[in-house]
């Protein structure tokens, strides 16, 4: 059974400035700073690119989507997701 651990990034930020153990405990951060961002629910000790392979939400297609440019690269819309504006959830 995989883990999870719940990712936030801020709005305009390329890198996570939280990542926490429970989604509660996520979203109480977030509220009591006011942030602004989105929520990621993400696998532990498997790549994006990998889980969504092995739950049938992605198939490479084409060479260059089994390449390091496109792995390094890849996100999911399949995976769990929350945005934030000022503390509140959208």
């Given at each position: 059974?995989?883990?999870y ?27 009591k ?20 392979i ?37």
């Open positions: 059974m995989l883990e651990v719940f990712v936030f990034i801020g709005e305009g930020s390329s890198i996570p400035s939280g990542i926490f153990s429970e989604f509660g405990k996520s979203k109480d951060w977030i509220r700073n006011s942030l602004s961002g989105s929520l990621n629910k993400l696998p532990v000790d498997i790549s994006l690119y990998d889980w969504a092995s739950k049938n939400y992605f198939e490479p297609k084409r060479d260059n989507q089994k390449g390091s440019l496109f792995i390094q690269r890849f996100s999911s819309a399949s995976i769990e997701h929350w945005h934030f504006e000022n503390g509140m959830e959208k």
